[in-house]
C-alpha cells in the first residue's frame, strides 16, 4: 500500500462512510421498531457499501473490499426483497460494519494492519444460504385476480409483499375518467392516496363500455381505515374494494418479526458462538476518529473569503474616517487610527488564516497523477517511471480540483504520444524506462507546475509544414519557436496526420489550454524532437482575494491584478513607434507591445491623445503594455466571475467592488497577453 | 435514454416516431395516433411497461402491433411476465442501437 497522504485520504473518506452507514443503520433499526422501513433508506445504505467497495478497492485494501462486497451482496437481496428485513439481520449487518470499522482504525495506526474476515463472510454466507421468503405463495393467496399479479414488475411485487408483511390494508381502488383528462385527474387522486399509504401500481383497464372514458385499477396498501379512506373529498368518484384486511392491531407488527427471528436462529445464531468468534472489539478501542481533519463543502470556504474581503472593505470605510477626522484636528483621531491600524493588521491575519484553509499540497495532484500512469502505463505495456519534485508546494484547493482534469489529459497524451515503447527507446539509444517529471515551484504568487516527458518530441518542422497548410503560419515569415508550440493550442490542430504511429486519441490541446486559461494560468509547451516534451503551467496561488491595481480608462475604471503587474511607466509624446501596424514602446532594449482597451472593448469617445500611463503587465516572461489614462490606487478585491451566461466575454476576469459602492471590471491578464501576443484581436465583448 | 432510441429509430428512415414521456401520455396518445409499433421502458413513473402491453393486447385496436419492452434490470421474472403478456421482444439494457434496428425490421416485415 501507498504513502502516508494515500492513507490519510482513504481513512477521511472511509471514516465519513462508516458514520452514514452506522447512522442509517439506526434509523432502521428504529424502522423496524416502528414496523414502517423507509426503501429508500435500504438503498441508501446499499449505494454506501457500493461505495465502500470502490473506495477499498482503489486504495488497494483487499480486506475491506472483500467484507465490503459481502455487504452490499446482502443489501441488495435485501433491496429486491429476496431476504426479510429483522433483527437479526440487523444485527448481522452491524456486526460486519463494526468489522470495517475495525479494519478502517487499524489502517490508521499501520496500513497492513488486517484481521480475518472469513467469519464475518461466513455469517453472511450462512444467513444468505437460509430459505427463501414465502412471497409466492401468499401473493397468490390474495384475493386478486392472476391477471392482476402478472402484470407487476418484480420491484412492485415486492412492495406488495412487504406492504403484506407491515399488515397494511391492501386495497383495490377502480375509477374511471373522461379519456381527455383521465391524466391529471388520475394524478390528483394518486396523490391523494399517498398521503395515507402507498401506490403499489396503478393498471389502465382494458375493457370498457364507455370509448370515451378510461378505467384504471390502483393497487394501494392503506395505512388508515376504509372508512375513514373513503371519506376524503377528493376520492369520491374511486370504488374501493378490499383485498386484504389489516390483520387485528396486537399481531401486527411482532408477528413478521417472530418468524424471521425463530428461522433466523438456526440458520445464522446458533454455529457461530462455538465455531466462529468474530473479532472483539474490546473495551480499549476508542471511540474517537483517527482522522483529525475536518471536510467542508468549499462553498462555505467561498463565503467566509467573501465575508473577509467585504470586512476588508468596510475597514477601508474606516480608515477614511479616521484619516478625515484625523485632518479636522478631531482630539480622539488619533486613538481612532490606532485601533484602525490593529484592526487592519488581525484582518490581514485573518484573511491569511482563511487562505491557508483552502490551501492544499500539489502532493494529492501529483498522487492521482501517480495512479493514472501506472494504470495506463500497464494498459499500454509501457515502462515509466515517475519523478515528482516540490509536491509539498501549496495552492487553492479550488485550483487543485479544476486542475485535475487538464493535468491528466496532458500525462495522457505524454504517455500515449510521447514515451515509446521499450524496444523503441532502446533502438534509439535512451535508458528502456521512460520518465515523467511532476515539479511544482513557488513563484511569488504564483505556483509553476512542470510536466516533462523524455519521450520522442514533436518535430518542429512537421508542426511548421502542418501550420503553413492551415493557414495559421505564412510560409516566408519567420516564426518564434513559442508560436511555433503555440499552434499546438489552436482547435482542431493535430500532428496525427503526418506521423501515423500516432494513434490519434490525444486530446485536443486547446481544451486544456482552455481550462488553465479559466483559472487565470497561462500554458506553455516546449520540446525538443527525439529527446522529449515540457509542458509548463503558471498559475495563481488562489483566485478568492487579491491584489489589485485600479486604473482608469476612458472614464472608466478597471482592475488589474497586481499579480501580473510587473511595473508602470510615464507614457511620453514620441515613445509610441508603430512596427507592422502593432502599437510598441521600447523599454531597457526590448519592444512592448502596447493595448488600448478601449479599441479592444469598442468604448465610445476618441482614442486620448496621449499623456498615459503604461501599465507593464505580464508573467511567464510574456509582457504587454496597457495604456491607461490615470493610476488610482492598490485594493484589496475578491473577484466575482461574470456568470456563465457571459462566459464568451473574453479579457474580463471578473467584476469586483470597490467598497465604495462602485464595482469594477477586472480584467484578465493572462487571455488579453495571449490574444495579443498572437494579433488576435477578435476578442468577443 | 429515450432521445438516444428516438434517434436509432429516426436513423431507420422508415419510421415516424412518436415519443410519450411516460405511460399516461402514451395511453392518450394511442388513439390518436396510427401505431405500427410500441417501444416501452419496464419503468415508468406512472403505469409500468408490463401494464403497457396487457393494455394492449387486451384492447381489439392494438391486439395486434408489435411491441418491445426494454429495461435496465435483468429481472428474469419480469421478461417472462412480458413475453407471457403478449410482448414481442424483451431488450435489456445495455445493448447495440443496431440490435433494436434488426428487430424492428424483423417485428415490421
Known amino acids: ?685 | 435514454m429515450r432521445g438516444l432510441i428516438v434517434s436509432t429509430l429516426e436513423a431507420m428512415e422508415c419510421c415516424e416516431v412518436v415519443e410519450a414521456c411516460n405511460g399516461f401520455e402514451a395511453l392518450r396518445m394511442l388513439p390518436r395516433e396510427k401505431v405500427d409499433l410500441i417501444v416501452t421502458d419496464i419503468n415508468m413513473p406512472d403505469i409500468n411497461g408490463l401494464e403497457l402491453v396487457n393494455f394492449c393486447r387486451n384492447n381489439p385496436l392494438y391486439q395486434a402491433t408489435p411491441m418491445i419492452i426494454i429495461s435496465t434490470e435483468g429481472s428474469e421474472r419480469d421478461r417472462e411476465k412480458g413475453l407471457a403478456l403478449g410482448a414481442d421482444a424483451y431488450l435489456i439494457k445495455p445493448f447495440r442501437p443496431a440490435d433494436l434496428q434488426q428487430l424492428i425490421r424483423k417485428l415490421l416485415h
Not at chain 1, 141 to 147: E, M, P, R, S
Not at chain 1, 240 to 258: I, M
Not at chain 1, 293 to 308: A, P
Open chain 1, 1 to 685: 500500500m501507498g504513502s502516508r497522504q494515500q492513507v490519510d485520504e482513504f481513512l477521511a473518506e472511509a471514516e465519513e462512510l462508516l458514520e452514514k452507514l452506522s447512522q442509517d443503520l439506526a434509523e432502521l433499526g428504529e424502522g423496524i421498531e416502528n414496523g414502517d422501513v423507509n426503501p429508500e433508506l435500504v438503498n441508501g445504505i446499499f449505494r454506501d457499501a457500493h461505495s465502500m467497495k470502490g473506495l477499498a478497492g482503489m486504495f488497494g485494501f483487499d480486506d475491506i473490499a472483500e467484507l465490503a462486497h459481502h455487504l452490499e451482496d446482502l443489501l441488495d437481496k435485501l433491496r429486491l426483497g429476496k431476504i426479510s428485513l429483522n433483527r437479526i439481520l440487523l444485527d448481522l449487518l452491524f456486526e460486519t460494519i463494526e468489522g470495517v470499522g475495525l479494519l478502517v482504525r487499524g489502517k490508521a495506526g499501520d496500513p497492513d494492519y488486517t484481521i480475518n474476515v472469513a467469519p464475518y463472510v461466513q455469517r453472511i454466507g450462512d444467513l444468505l444460504a437460509g430459505p427463501d421468503d414465502n412471497s409466492a405463495i401468499t401473493l397468490e393467496a390474495l384475493n386478486l385476480d392472476v391477471a392482476l399479479l402478472n402484470v407487476l414488475t418484480e420491484y412492485e411485487e415486492h412492495r406488495l409483499q412487504e406492504n403484506l408483511t407491515q399488515g397494511r390494508l391492501l386495497l383495490l381502488v377502480s375509477v374511471a375518467f373522461p379519456l381527455d383528462s383521465f391524466d391529471t385527474d388520475l394524478s390528483d387522486v394518486i396523490g391523494e392516496l399517498k398521503h395515507v399509504g402507498e401506490v403499489v401500481s396503478t393498471l389502465p383497464g382494458a375493457a370498457n363500455a364507455d370509448p370515451s372514458s378510461l378505467a384504471f385499477r390502483i393497487l394501494f396498501a392503506c395505512k388508515i381505515p376504509l372508512e375513514n379512506l373513503s371519506a376524503t373529498p377528493g376520492l369520491s368518484d374511486c370504488c374501493f374494494e378490499t383485498v386484504s384486511p389489516a390483520p387485528p392491531v396486537s399481531v401486527s407488527v411482532p408477528a413478521p418479526v417472530l418468524a424471521g427471528v425463530s428461522k433466523g436462529l438456526t440458520q445464522a445464531e446458533q454455529p457461530l458462538p462455538q465455531e466462529a468468534p468474530l473479532q472483539q472489539t474490546g473495551e480499549d478501542t476508542s471511540l474517537r476518529s483517527v482522522s483529525h481533519s475536518v471536510r467542508v463543502d468549499i462553498g462555505k470556504l467561498d463565503i467566509l473569503m467573501n465575508l473577509v474581503g467585504e470586512l476588508g472593505l468596510v475597514k477601508g470605510g474606516i480608515a477614511q474616517v479616521a484619516s478625515d477626522l484625523s485632518n479636522s484636528g478631531v482630539a480622539q483621531a488619533c486613538d481612532l487610527e490606532k485601533s484602525v491600524h490593529s484592526l487592519e493588521r488581525r484582518l490581514a491575519e485573518l484573511q491569511k488564516a482563511v487562505m491557508d484553509v483552502r490551501m492544499v499540497p500539489v502532493r494529492q495532484l501529483f498522487d492521482k497523477m501517480g495512479r493514472i500512469i501506472r494504470r495506463m502505463a500497464q494498459e499500454l505495456g509501457k515502462k515509466v517511471e515517475l519523478k515528482t519534485f516540490g509536491s509539498e508546494t501549496e495552492f487553492d484547493k479550488l485550483i487543485a480540483e479544476e486542475l485535475a482534469d487538464p493535468l491528466m489529459h496532458i500525462i495522457r497524451n505524454a504517455l500515449d504520444h510521447g514515451i515509446e515503447s521499450g524496444t523503441e527507446r532502446l533502438a534509439a539509444g535512451k535508458a528502456e524506462v521512460g520518465c515523467i517529471e511532476l515539479r511544482a515551484t513557488q513563484r511569488g504568487n504564483h505556483v509553476v507546475l512542470e510536466i516533462a516527458d523524455d519521450g520522442k518530441g514533436i518535430d518542429s518542422e512537421v508542426l511548421r509544414r502542418k501550420g503553413i497548410e492551415r493557414g495559421l503560419v505564412d510560409s516566408d515569415t519567420q516564426i518564434s519557436r513559442r508560436n511555433l508550440f503555440g499552434l499546438l493550442f489552436h482547435p482542431g490542430f493535430s500532428t496525427r496526420d503526418e506521423v501515423s504511429e500516432y494513434s490519434g486519441r490525444g486530446v485536443g490541446m486547446d481544451v486544456v489550454k482552455n481550462n488553465i486559461s479559466a483559472l487565470s494560468g497561462i500554458i506553455d509547451i516546449d520540446s525538443t524532437y527525439g529527446q522529449g516534451t515540457q509542458i509548463s503551467l503558471t498559475l495563481p496561488i488562489t483566485l478568492a482575494i487579491i491584489k489589485a491595481l485600479v486604473v482608469r480608462i476612458q472614464g472608466r475604471d478597471y482592475a488589474i491584478p497586481l499579480t501580473s503587474v510587473l511595473e508602470t511607466l510615464l507614457l511620453e509624446p514620441g515613445m509610441i513607434q508603430t512596427i507592422e501596424g502593432q502599437e510598441v514602446v521600447e523599454l531597457r532594449r526590448s519592444t512592448l507591445p502596447l493595448l488600448r482597451l478601449n479599441q479592444l472593448f469598442n468604448l465610445d469617445g476618441q482614442t486620448s491623445s496621449g499623456g498615459d500611463f503604461v501599465v507593464v503587465a505580464g508573467f511567464a516572461g510574456r509582457r504587454i503594455g496597457i495604456v491607461v489614462e490615470e493610476l488610482r490606487g492598490q485594493q484589496d478585491v475578491v473577484i466575482k466571475s461574470l456568470g456563465k451566461s457571459l462566459s464568451f466575454v473574453k479579457g474580463i476576469a471578473g467584476a469586483a467592488d470597490l467598497g465604495n459602492q462602485k464595482t469594477v471590471l477586472v480584467l484578465d491578464v493572462s487571455s488579453l497577453i495571449t490574444d495579443l501576443l498572437r494579433g488576435d484581436t477578435g476578442l468577443n465583448v
